[in-house]
């Protein structure tokens, strides 16, 4: 057990020290909130009731005040996704997962702890990310807004099915990437779906639901969004590909040969 602790510890501090970690958190955790706060000051200005008849340059009416500000994390989302495509490809080069071997011979307790590694980080950026975004948004807002520490119940959950919804889909990138030994098969499949043609495809065909993003859609669907919001149908949906990508990674990681220039 001390054994797989120090693995995952191990693994842990391996993605903490990354150059591609220190990029997704100055992205996430200082741009995401300065871009919260250009958001808030347009809303000031042009006021929270403000309607698309009002003001043509909307595409649609604002969000209720609980709900302000979780349209920002969508740029957010991108980040992780790729975040977890390289970390989950980067496991096979430059001898990393030689090293790691020598050091925790069960490919087993590895292919865990690196999960459990990346769920810890993706948890730790994703939270602090999408509290830090809203809170700065409704200081934005000043009187206009909720207590930029408190929030709101609401306020609150949506925080909760944000973060959740980042950290499946950093996972599923991370299967997949792990799963092809390359970070471009899991991005060439997300990405687009991040940029709307998730939605799209969920707005012009049934099964268009069931794709990840789309379904992580359903779980910070606010009152404006074209779709429903059903955090339930949404969680199964994406937990069941993060399932299927990470027992298909794990049975290949066990099963294959990962001598030679790995």
Same mark, same amino acid.
């Given at each position: 057990?001390?054994?797989?602790?120090?693995?995952?510890?191990? #693994?842990?501090?391996?993605?903490?020290?990354?150059?591609?970690?220190?990029?997704?958190?100055?992205?996430?955790?200082?741009?995401?909130?300065?871009?919260?706060?250009?958001?808030?000051?347009?809303?000031?200005?042009?006021?929270?009731?403000?309607?698309?008849? @009002?003001?043509?340059?909307?595409?649609?009416?604002?969000?209720?005040?609980?709900?302000?500000?979780?349209?920002?994390?969508?740029?957010?989302?991108?980040?992780?996704?790729?975040?977890?495509?390289?970390?989950?490809?980067?496991?096979?080069?430059?001898?990393?997962?030689?090293?790691?071997?020598?050091?925790?011979?069960?490919?087993?307790?590895?292919?865990?702890?690196?999960?459990?590694?990346?769920?810890?980080?993706?948890?730790?950026?994703?939270?602090?990310?999408?509290?830090? %975004?809203?809170? @700065?948004?409704?200081?934005?807002?000043?009187?206009?807004?909720?207590?930029?520490?408190?929030?709101?119940?609401?306020?609150?959950?949506?925080?909760?099915?944000?973060?959740?919804?980042?950290?499946?889909? %950093?996972?599923?990138?991370?299967?997949?990437?792990?799963?092809?030994?390359?970070?471009?098969?899991?991005?060439?499949?997300?990405?687009?779906?991040?940029?709307?043609?998730? #939605?799209?495809?969920?707005?012009?065909?049934?099964?268009? #639901?069931?794709?990840?993003?789309?379904?992580?859609?359903?779980?910070?669907?606010?009152?404006?969004?074209?779709?429903?919001?059903?955090?339930?149908?949404?969680?199964?949906?994406?937990?069941?590909?993060?399932?299927?990508?990470?027992? @298909?990674?794990?049975?290949?990681?066990?099963?294959?040969?990962?001598?030679?220039?790995?």
């Amino acid at each position: 057990m001390n054994n797989f602790s120090r693995t995952i510890r191990f #693994e842990v501090a391996k993605i903490s020290s990354s150059r591609v970690w220190w990029i997704i958190c100055a992205l996430v955790i200082v741009a995401q909130p300065l871009l919260a706060l250009i958001v808030a000051k347009s809303y000031v200005q042009i006021g929270l009731d403000a309607t698309p008849e @009002t003001h043509p340059e909307l595409a649609e009416a604002l969000d209720p005040l609980d709900y302000l500000g979780f349209e920002v994390p969508t740029s957010g989302l991108l980040a992780m996704v790729i975040f977890g495509g390289i970390i989950g490809a980067s496991e096979y080069k430059h001898h990393i997962l030689r090293t790691t071997l020598l050091c925790q011979s069960s490919r087993i307790k590895v292919s865990s702890a690196k999960v459990l590694a990346l769920l810890i980080c993706s948890a730790f950026i994703s939270f602090l990310s999408i509290y830090s %975004t809203i809170s @700065t948004m409704h200081f934005g807002l000043g009187e206009l807004g909720l207590h930029p520490f408190y929030l709101s119940t609401i306020a609150w959950q949506f925080i909760g099915f944000s973060a959740l919804n980042w950290i499946l889909l %950093t996972t599923l990138s991370f299967g997949i990437g792990m799963l092809f030994r390359n970070a471009i098969v899991p991005l060439a499949f997300l990405v687009p779906q991040v940029y709307n043609l998730g #939605e799209y495809l969920a707005q012009r065909w049934e099964w268009g #639901e069931y794709l990840p993003v789309a379904a992580g859609n359903l779980l910070v669907a606010t009152p404006t969004a074209p779709y429903e919001h059903d955090p339930l149908k949404g969680g199964i949906v994406l937990l069941i590909w993060v399932t299927l990508a990470l027992i @298909t990674s794990f049975y290949a990681f066990i099963r294959s040969d990962v001598g030679g220039k790995y």
